[in-house]
T-cell receptor
């Protein structure tokens, strides 16, 4: 069965430090991959997505993610974190089989001054 | 109003009440979704509507009843809920049900069942 794993439940980084959030998926074919961010009291906002082509994709707010087929991963990165990046981050996978969409359990990011 | 809106934003109801959650999308999308978000759990897809037809119902208890009167509006009717139904209920829409399209989310309704 398809699944999405975000191994880190919570991450704390200092403002200005780099960030990497991990996402692994299980799916037989090439999936559609997404990263969303959720601020407190808000819905999910799309940061970036990958369908095909260049495996390094750029998103909003200075985020990027790299698709690595061999590792079944789609990790999210940001070179310098800002305090406003504190939020919950969700990785999601879209699968053509059954028109399904799977979300990970999320990674909570805390940014310390 | 733009994007996906949800009302009310907060709702407290007793186990014997009947209430409804409303979702409206202003994006011209053809698919709409209800999700339940509980702490430390993945988002649970509850219902999917495509072109106003319910295409998915993921074993949701009958105390949750969706309604999609047109492609812009989606309701979730609630009755005789249980305390474990307390959660954030998110509505989303997408241009089509096919998973290559991202979903656009509303801010959610925080439901507390007492």
């Amino acid at each position: 069965a398809q699944s999405v794993t975000q191994p880190d439940i919570h991450i704390t980084v200092s403002e200005g430090a780099s960030l990497e959030l991990r996402c692994n998926y299980s799916y037989g074919a090439t999936p559609y991959l997404f990263w969303y961010v959720q601020s407190p009291g808000q819905g999910l906002q799309l940061l970036l997505k990958y369908f095909s082509g260049d495996t390094l994709v750029q998103g909003i707010k200075g985020f990027e993610a790299e698709f690595k087929r061999s590792q079944s991963s789609f990790n999210l990165r940001k070179p310098s974190v800002h305090w406003s990046d504190a939020a919950e981050y969700f990785c999601a996978v879209g699968a053509d089989t059954g028109n399904q969409f799977y979300f990970g359990t999320g990674t909570s990011l805390t940014v310390i001054p | 109003e733009t994007g996906v809106t949800q009302t009310p934003r907060h709702l407290v109801m007793g186990m014997t009440n009947k209430k409804s959650l409303k979702c409206e999308q202003h994006l011209g999308h053809n698919a709409m979704y209800w999700y339940k978000q509980s702490a430390k759990k993945p988002l649970e897809l509850m219902f999917v509507y495509s072109l106003e037809e319910r295409v998915e119902n993921n074993s949701v208890p009958s105390r949750f009843s969706p309604e999609c009167p047109n492609s812009s509006h989606l309701f979730l009717h609630l009755h005789t809920l249980q305390p474990e139904d307390s959660a954030l209920y998110l509505c989303a829409s997408s241009p089509s049900r096919t998973p290559r399209y991202e979903q656009y989310f509303g801010p959610g309704t925080r439901l507390t069942v007492t």
